[in-house]
């Protein structure tokens, strides 16, 4: 129904603005940038296979991330991009050490675990208890107090499959919130079921929070198949007691740092389209969909607009953000990426005119969310009869949250746009070791950067005042 | 074409023949027995559920294989079948300890690996060496003398997928005989592309061989994605060193066993219709699908049997092999539990009228090969008509090799029958941990159940001599 009534509104839309006497319109200049995108002629695919292939995994503060952003920034300078620099920034990094687990009784058995980013080693020797089940986080919160002593708090919750995420918001709070919950209650470890819509003995692991400057337990993801394991047996009547052990450290003076590239604008270099990605993944698998494509596709589609004939009106900048995965023990807690670009270009932020984020993995965009004032423009109306050939359809409400990277700069007041990629299989691979090149579809990764290099290019030549009100809705026709 | 020909014989098979002074037919029987299955009524799924759950991995000469096969003989007894026992045999067993391994060099990276199976362990401080790349096994035997001298060999070959597992019996002998060709050519260790058809971050351990009574240098699979990863940084150009680390170890006085368990024949009881499975799995997986289902589909079609108003005329007895998985040192260099069986019942061996063996997954049987002497029989063709119906074509050779556990019985003499089931997906989490319980399909089991409760009823209280000379088949019609 949704799709119908979207559809429907298109032959209402304008024809093309002609600009003959310039040359090729926006509109058209937008079609050649996203068929050469299509045509598999962008640098998306060799920057994520290098990018993945040379540096591997690349956790916050890590001599690999520290490296790869070195790379990206020579292969930025190279590309002809301006203004390439690199902004460290400290933090404190945590490295995940030797981890294991078994179900010790009623007859031994390995359990495949991942620690949580964050998530203290536990003792020298291991810890051992009883396995307490709870099927949601709201029922571990609804245990008493020292109900959990000397035992391990499992939230056993799944993940529902959905295409815009929404699966993954209702289920990270236990991750987020678990490890503290259960210590509350006298719990010497917390396990979750993966937060993940895969059925393979791969954990997932991903940040779980700090309170008070430390994670109070050591905290510890089971693959489905093994937190099915333990339900199973726990369902056959028998206690199950499980060994957990992690050698997980924290580095408290580690760096971090994002890269910054320019095409400059011609005419307002001071307004600036922002597009951002990141180059820190977790550490198990090559950040290949989480975000090597990302940054892939973002750089991609910068680069096929810095291959036109003449720049455009305004400048695109590409930030790759250092240290997007992981919480922090010490105020604002996250997102230090983001927040040192906001530190370090507060200034210029009144020029940002639009920003943007693509983190979601490499399947195709299927809908794209504007600005609350650009809704109804002809910016609007010209991007979509540019996209919705290849499959994008107008969001019905503005964009909000454009994502971990670029939120601090939209909660500054930058408006934000996004492109909604597909994430029905996502959160198949999502912070595993299996988020390798091998996912990433060379098909849907140029989808991405015909949409990106099309929007960006129409907002940075153009003229849209993304900040201004929201238009008004005309009155519904009666019907 | 294969198909069209094997559905076109169909119409000149002859009608079922009525028994109907004596009460239903052998058929009819046989229907019921399918159709029984078929509606879910047998125990094969709970049987593999909690085989798996209770037990876990049940690697051979293990505590948890010995308390799976005591589960199973009290299990039959409970289900009512006679002469349940187990039978023990003294074997090598092989440990896994703690294994790990990194690339080094250029730029430091996790790998995932398992050893294989008897695979030596690295010296305490594991070992590190220039990796030296070969596309195929072939290519490594044709290196000269020494020219591995310090350094790792990596047969990067891919397993093809195919229907009937000729991909694997291609792709298998680079394990099998890899380690000792690496190692008579100087090389400290032995890694290959796993032996399987995904793309996950998952190895597939397997057996390697003994040479002289051990395996020369410690040997690994690497998950696709990891063999990718070096075959990647290999082509920019770099050189790749890679660390390997193994604890595994073995238990030279170590014990497995056979269970058995009889339908005793109402008419001939000495004459005995064999089936076949393997309660040992690899010790990282729950062996849900290797062999588990294999057990469960065996006793499940057994079991229908059993609970029919009267006996077959025959014996059933249903054989849960252990020690299916691993090679030994010494001679028969393996399928232990296979030669015990001969061994301890070689006086019965004249009496065994037809073996069969279930051990490729849980996937759909597609196909049904006979001995020679049967396949133009009544038999044969009372057996199609019931079978086809579920999707089972008829084989155009007779059946030879039926399995690993079945193989020194049938090498013995004894007539052996295939259900071939189809391998397409086999090999995805084969010999992997993810070869967990999720991995079954109840639809496939249960088709599976009543294409073996079928034939094996058919088998059992008929009179056909399977060891007979192959009938003549008649002349071609023209046309």
């Keep these: 129904m949704l799709v119908v009534l979207a559809l429907s509104a298109l032959p209402v839309l304008a024809a093309p603005a002609a600009r003959r006497d310039k040359g090729p319109s926006d509109e058209e200049i937008a079609v050649e940038l996203r068929d050469t995108a299509l045509g598999g002629e962008s640098i998306a695919y060799d920057w994520v296979s290098e990018l993945t292939t040379r540096f591997g995994p690349r956790p916050a503060g890590s001599d690999n991330e520290r490296q790869a952003a070195e790379w990206a920034a020579e292969r930025l300078k190279t590309l002809g991009f301006t203004n390439v620099h690199i902004e460290s920034f400290p933090l404190t990094a945590w490295v995940r050490g030797t981890e294991s687990a078994q179900i010790i009784a009623p007859v031994a058995q390995p359990l495949v675990v991942a620690a949580l980013g964050e998530s203290p080693p536990t003792p020298a020797g291991g810890l051992e208890g009883e396995v307490v089940i709870f099927p949601t986080l709201e029922d571990l919160k609804a245990a008493p107090p020292a109900s959990l002593t000397g035992r391990i708090a499992f939230v056993a919750a799944r993940m529902v499959r959905t295409q815009d995420g929404a699966g993954y918001g209702a289920a990270v709070a236990a991750r987020s919130e678990g490890p503290a919950e259960a210590a509350k209650r006298g719990a010497i470890a917390f396990v979750l ?16 929070l ?58 307002h270099p001071e307004e600036v389209v922002l597009l951002g990605a990141h180059l820190d993944s977790w550490d ?12 892939a596709i973002i750089t991609a589609a910068a680069q096929l607009i810095r291959e036109l004939p003449r720049p455009p009106r305004r400048t695109v900048r590409v930030v790759l953000f250092g240290s997007e995965e992981v919480a922090q023990p010490a105020a604002p807690y996250g997102a230090f990426g983001g927040h040192s670009y906001v530190d370090n270009h507060k200034a210029e932020l ?75 299989h996502y959160f198949d691979v999502h912070h595993t070791p299996d988020d390798t090149l091998d996912k990433v579809d060379r098909e849907q990764l140029e989808q991405n950067v015909a949409a990106w290099a099309a929007l960006v290019w129409l907002a940075a030549d153009g003229d849209v005042d993304f900040r201004g009100p929201a238009q008004p809705t005309p009155p519904a026709a009666a019907h």
């Design 193 to 208: 079921r993966s937060v993940g819509t895969d059925s393979t003995r791969i954990p997932h692991t991903g940040t779980t």
């Design 210 to 267: 700090y309170v008070d400057g430390r994670v109070p337990v050591p905290a510890f993801a089971l693959s489905a198949p093994d937190a099915d394991q333990v339900e199973r047996l726990a369902a056959l009547g028998e206690k199950v007691r499980i060994r957990l052990f992690s050698t997980a450290s924290y580095v408290p003076n580690a760096h971090s740092q994002n890269v910054i590239a320019d095409i400059r604008g011609s005419a």
């Design 284 to 295: 198990q698998g090559t950040g290949a969909i989480d975000d090597g494509t990302g940054t």
């Design 350 to 424: 009144p020029g940002h005119i639009l920003a943007g984020e693509s983190d979601f993995g490499t399947d195709r965009i299927y809908r794209v969310a504007l600005p609350a004032a650009a809704m109804k423009s002809d910016f609007a109306k010209t991007l979509l009869r540019v996209l919705q050939p290849i499959g994008v359809l107008p969001a019905r409400e503005a964009a909000r949250n454009s994502g971990t990277d670029v939120g601090p700069t939209v909660d500054a007041g930058v408006p934000a746009f996004e492109l909604y990629q597909d994430g029905s």
